[in-house]
């Protein structure tokens, strides 16, 4: 898909890279100095420092010691942009590479800084923040994917024939970019008890995210959201008038996008209503005992169990070498969708996500598929093997789609050899890309993708606290 690209002074020194003179292959023990400098970093943690230097500390790889203190941080080094308005934080937070906010992918940006809220109440206010941000965003349009920080900017999709609107940088409808908002809200009240971003505009939000999902099931019309874009790329837009192949109204939610803003070819995307189902009870909580809106919350508990028995019903279908397995996609008349795909939520991600439990049966022969040739998206080549995807194309492999492999995995060899796969495949430049080509990673894309980042500092802490036996 083209992206209009965001240059934070440059592309190389935003994403904390070296100059082409490096080269870890002819000098493997020389880890030079990549991430951006102190005084250009938009925000510094002492307690992130504070893990830094401990994992590096105790951690026997020195590589992998490296590739922490250039990776964890990097949502924080170079994407965030905090902000005060009449005493409220708001935080914008872009991808990287693209001067926009997607609510998912900021969501998981900053997912893995949470357990550090509690040791750093700057920290703390900042993803405090991201929350009021996000509630802000949703009351903008339910049904955009991502934002821009100037409400009056019209951007590059502006001419996409839905109904765009000023500060919105993609109207591309996607089931997740509710819910992401949802899981960060919910584990920060969690972790700190606050209940400062839970005032009326986060109410609104949750108001607008029930009116949304409950429209996309189809039920009675089609609802109000269609989308086309006049491009080349067929997956950048939505088939049948701007609505997407029909669906029979079984009770599932239509997403007409994936979480790789590719569009849905069954608009029932399983692992997204999976998602939808933990978020929809996690919003109940919240609002029953938050902000006492009972009503509200009895409406999301009761979609979230129609929800998880259309799933029961129709997304489980019976794969002729795996048996009984989880579809990626359904559209409820008996079609559906074999494969996986990188972006999260995947079927791979559903333990991650809380949607599953990871010893599932129907988990377990799902993971046994998606991680095998018989899933048309998983690349094995002489450099790694990993699942990618539509978005980037034949023989890319995702590292976050290794990273939730590791993440979701069980086994001590595997979490090890996932871990290994990633230290070898950066393409010599000590940071995650959004792919790389299976027997080349010096083949890759997006230089400066901050989720892959974070989310591979993620599994590092996570392997470093439970079994740092498998770091040195």
């Given at each position: 898909m083209k992206r209009r690209t965001f240059i934070q002074n440059t592309s190389l020194l935003g994403a904390g890279l070296w100059a082409s003179k490096f080269s870890l292959a002819s000098t493997p023990q020389d880890f030079p100095t990549v991430r951006i400098s102190e005084s250009?970093?938009?925000?510094?943690?002492?307690?992130?420092?504070?893990?830094?230097?401990?994992?590096?500390?105790?951690?026997?790889?020195?590589?992998?010691?490296?590739?922490?203190?250039?990776?964890?941080?990097?949502?924080?080094?170079?994407?965030?942009?905090?902000?005060?308005?009449?005493?409220?934080?708001?935080?914008?937070?872009?991808?990287?590479?693209i001067d926009a906010m997607w609510l998912r992918d900021s969501c998981a940006q900053v997912w893995p800084y949470l357990p550090f809220m509690a040791a750093d109440q700057n920290?703390?206010?900042?993803?405090?923040?991201?929350?009021?941000?996000?509630?802000?965003?949703?009351?903008?349009?339910?049904?955009?994917?991502?934002?821009?920080?100037?409400?009056t900017r019209v951007g590059e999709w502006g001419t996409d024939h839905t109904d765009m609107k000023p500060?919105?940088?993609?109207?591309?409808?996607?089931?997740?970019?509710?819910?992401?908002?949802?899981?960060?809200?919910?584990?920060?009240?969690?972790?700190?008890e606050d209940n400062t971003p839970f005032d009326s505009e986060w109410v609104t939000a949750q108001r607008n995210i029930l009116k949304t999902f409950?429209?996309?099931?189809?039920?009675?019309?089609?609802?109000?959201?269609?989308?086309?874009?006049?491009?080349?790329?067929?997956?950048?837009?939505?088939?049948?008038?701007?609505?997407?192949?029909?669906?029979?109204?079984?009770?599932?939610?239509?997403?007409?996008?994936?979480?790789?803003?590719?569009?849905?070819?069954?608009?029932?995307?399983?692992?997204?209503?999976?998602?939808?189902?933990?978020?929809?009870?996690?919003?109940?909580?919240?609002?029953?005992?938050?902000?006492?809106?009972?009503?509200l919350a009895k409406e999301m508990l009761d979609l979230a169990d129609e929800v998880e028995k259309a799933?029961?019903?129709?997304?489980?279908?019976?794969?002729?070498?795996?048996?009984?397995?989880?579809?990626?996609?359904?559209?409820?008349?008996?079609?559906?969708?074999?494969?996986?795909?990188?972006?999260?939520?995947?079927?791979?991600?559903l333990p991650y996500l809380g949607a599953v439990d990871a010893s599932d049966p129907i988990y377990q022969r799902t993971r046994a598929y998606i991680l095998s040739e018989s899933n048309?998206?998983?690349?094995?080549?002489?450099?790694?093997?990993?699942?990618?995807?539509?978005?980037?194309?034949?023989d890319m492999i995702w590292?976050?789609?290794?990273?939730?492999?590791?993440?979701?995995?069980?086994?001590?060899?595997?979490?090890?050899?996932?871990?290994?796969?990633?230290?070898r495949t950066h393409g010599d430049t000590g940071f995650m890309h959004e792919s790389f080509h299976k027997d080349d990673p010096k083949k890759f894309t997006r230089k400066w993708f901050a989720w892959s980042n974070t989310l591979f500092g993620e599994f590092l802490w996570k392997t470093y606290k439970e079994k740092p036996y498998l770091l040195k």
């Amino acid at each position: 898909m083209k992206r209009r690209t965001f240059i934070q002074n440059t592309s190389l020194l935003g994403a904390g890279l070296w100059a082409s003179k490096f080269s870890l292959a002819s000098t493997p023990q020389d880890f030079p100095t990549v991430r951006i400098s102190e005084s250009q970093r938009h925000f510094s943690s002492e307690a992130i420092e504070r893990a830094i230097q401990e994992f590096q500390r105790h951690t026997g790889n020195k590589e992998l010691g490296w590739l922490f203190g250039n990776c964890f941080p990097n949502t924080l080094d170079t994407t965030v942009f905090p902000e005060e308005k009449n005493g409220k934080p708001y935080t914008y937070v872009i991808t990287g590479d693209i001067d926009a906010m997607w609510l998912r992918d900021s969501c998981a940006q900053v997912w893995p800084y949470l357990p550090f809220m509690a040791a750093d109440q700057n920290l703390q206010r900042l993803i405090s923040g991201l929350v009021n941000k996000q509630s802000q965003c949703i009351n903008i349009d339910p049904y955009a994917n991502a934002f821009y920080n100037d409400p009056t900017r019209v951007g590059e999709w502006g001419t996409d024939h839905t109904d765009m609107k000023p500060g919105i940088h993609e109207r591309k409808w996607e089931i997740d970019s509710l819910c992401y908002p949802i899981r960060l809200a919910y584990a920060y009240w969690k972790a700190t008890e606050d209940n400062t971003p839970f005032d009326s505009e986060w109410v609104t939000a949750q108001r607008n995210i029930l009116k949304t999902f409950k429209e996309q099931q189809r039920k009675e019309n089609l609802g109000p959201y269609r989308f086309e874009r006049t491009t080349a790329r067929g997956s950048d837009t939505l088939q049948v008038d701007g609505y997407g192949y029909p669906v029979n109204p079984v009770g599932l939610i239509c997403s007409g996008f994936r979480p790789s803003d590719d569009s849905t070819i069954f608009s029932f995307l399983i692992p997204s209503n999976l998602f939808a189902i933990v978020s929809l009870r996690q919003s109940a909580e919240m609002l029953a005992n938050i902000a006492n809106e009972q009503s509200l919350a009895k409406e999301m508990l009761d979609l979230a169990d129609e929800v998880e028995k259309a799933v029961r019903a129709y997304g489980i279908v019976d794969h002729p070498m795996h048996g009984r397995v989880y579809a990626y996609e359904v559209d409820g008349f008996g079609s559906y969708m074999m494969m996986d795909d990188a972006n999260i939520p995947s079927l791979l991600s559903l333990p991650y996500l809380g949607a599953v439990d990871a010893s599932d049966p129907i988990y377990q022969r799902t993971r046994a598929y998606i991680l095998s040739e018989s899933n048309p998206f998983f690349f094995k080549g002489s450099a790694a093997e990993g699942i990618g995807g539509p978005h980037i194309g034949r023989d890319m492999i995702w590292p976050m789609a290794i990273t939730m492999r590791g993440l979701t995995a069980t086994d001590d060899d595997e979490i090890k050899s996932c871990i290994e796969s990633l230290r070898r495949t950066h393409g010599d430049t000590g940071f995650m890309h959004e792919s790389f080509h299976k027997d080349d990673p010096k083949k890759f894309t997006r230089k400066w993708f901050a989720w892959s980042n974070t989310l591979f500092g993620e599994f590092l802490w996570k392997t470093y606290k439970e079994k740092p036996y498998l770091l040195k």
